[in-house]
């Protein structure tokens, strides 16, 4: 049966890019599926499904958690044009099944889907579900999870562990990747990253860092920065006469990822994800005001198993991120260690296991 499946939700990567792997598995496994995203359309949605040649429809929709009362007002007179968006773009589109992977704009949909009797999958990324996910638990038909302790959806016996599905580029190169820990390089490679949308507190940590690195031409930074900081990060870099690799955004990530010999970044579920399953030893950075503190717990499940580090960004300092660097430029070893405890914690085929269980669920 040629499916017809709608991805609900998105916003930032960590969102977007679990669907775009579903679609991919999805389409690999059975060509004639027909997909469609549906989101705010902001420009990251819209630049990124189209590089990855996917549909997407806009539906109106805001954010309310975290913001002033007259914002959260605003946003909530939005619902109904938002649900009636929805009530378009699924009578039009006829889809078997919704999958909702998280934000408030997989809201409207998924509850439209609801009560047009459409099947309702939903994946939540982090080892926390958000409040939208745990809202919308109660509709779905089948809940899929990243971590063997997400427990605060309702209906346990709809919850089925697969691991966060990632993109085909990701797990491709995670299945013959190794690394040497610069042991046959010239430098020592540190990539940093701060989600899509950039870390301002690493960018500058890492600027005060890189004064306190003694022995500069020994590392090659690969360094994310986001819009704002690009220029005076790469001014930095100039200043100290360090190699470096510096962009907004990366469109390579696998590549970037597969020359690391560590890495510092967010602890967002799909960046730990990433992580895991190619198998690099990381500092993590937890973004302190993501909902319910999520990236902390995300870095924690991996900092207990020794298969990482974390800084908190209270004790973030360029002093301490340089003694991180240079200990594990010198010790690459213990490196090696963690990154291969990291690996155990990866699960590369969780997009075919999403898939194959879908099709099994709901009898199609």
């Given at each position: 049966m040629a499916m017809r499946i709608i991805i609900a939700g998105g916003g930032t990567g960590g969102h977007l890019f679990p669907g775009i792997a579903i679609a991919q598995e999805c389409i690999s496994k059975y060509?004639?599926?027909?997909?469609?995203?549906?989101g705010t359309g902001n420009s990251f949605e819209k630049i990124t499904l189209a590089?990855?040649?996917?549909?997407?429809?806009?539906?109106?929709?805001?954010?309310?958690?975290?913001?002033?009362i007259a914002k959260q007002l605003i946003s909530a007179f939005k619902i109904p044009k938002g649900i009636f968006d929805s009530f378009k773009i699924l009578k039009a589109f006829k889809p078997n099944l919704v999958f909702g992977v998280g934000s408030y704009s997989s809201g409207p949909v998924i509850l439209m889907a609801w009560l047009l009797g459409i099947k309702i999958a939903l994946h939540e990324q982090n080892i926390l579900p958000g409040i939208t996910n745990r809202m919308l638990s109660y509709f779905a038909d089948r809940i899929y999870v990243s971590f063997e302790k997400t427990k605060k959806l309702a209906h346990p016996e709809k919850v089925f562990v697969s691991g966060n599905p990632l993109r085909k580029e990701i797990t491709d190169i995670a299945e013959n990747n190794i690394t040497d820990y610069g042991l046959s390089k010239k430098a020592f490679t540190v990539l940093i990253l701060g989600g899509s949308q950039g870390a301002h507190s690493i960018n500058i940590a890492i600027i005060d860092a890189l004064s306190n690195i003694k022995n500069k031409e020994g590392f090659l930074f690969v360094?994310?920065?986001?819009?704002?900081d690009t220029e005076t990060v790469a001014k930095a870099y100039a200043q100290h006469k360090i190699s470096c690799d510096v962009k907004p955004f990366f469109d390579d990530m696998a590549t970037k990822y597969s020359q690391a010999d560590l890495i510092i970044c967010r602890a967002g579920a799909t960046t730990v994800a990433e992580i895991t399953v190619i198998g690099r030893g990381a500092?993590?950075?937890?973004?302190?005001?993501?909902?319910?503190?999520?990236?902390?717990q995300n870095a924690k499940a991996l900092c207990d198993a020794g298969a990482a580090k974390m800084i908190t960004e209270k004790d973030l300092t360029g002093k301490i991120l340089a003694e991180k660097i240079e200990y594990f430029s010198e010790n690459k070893q213990e490196l090696s260690k963690m990154?291969?405890?990291?690996?155990t914690f990866g699960?590369?085929?969780a997009a075919a296991v999403i898939i194959n269980d879908c099709y099994k669920m709901f009898n199609i």
């Open positions: 060509p004639d599926t027909s997909i469609l995203f549906t590089k990855a040649g996917f549909n997407h429809k806009t539906i109106t929709v805001e954010g309310i958690k975290g913001r002033t360094h994310q920065t986001g819009s704002s500092i993590f950075v937890p973004y302190p005001f993501a909902a319910n503190d999520h990236q902390t990154a291969s405890l990291a690996k699960k590369p085929d």
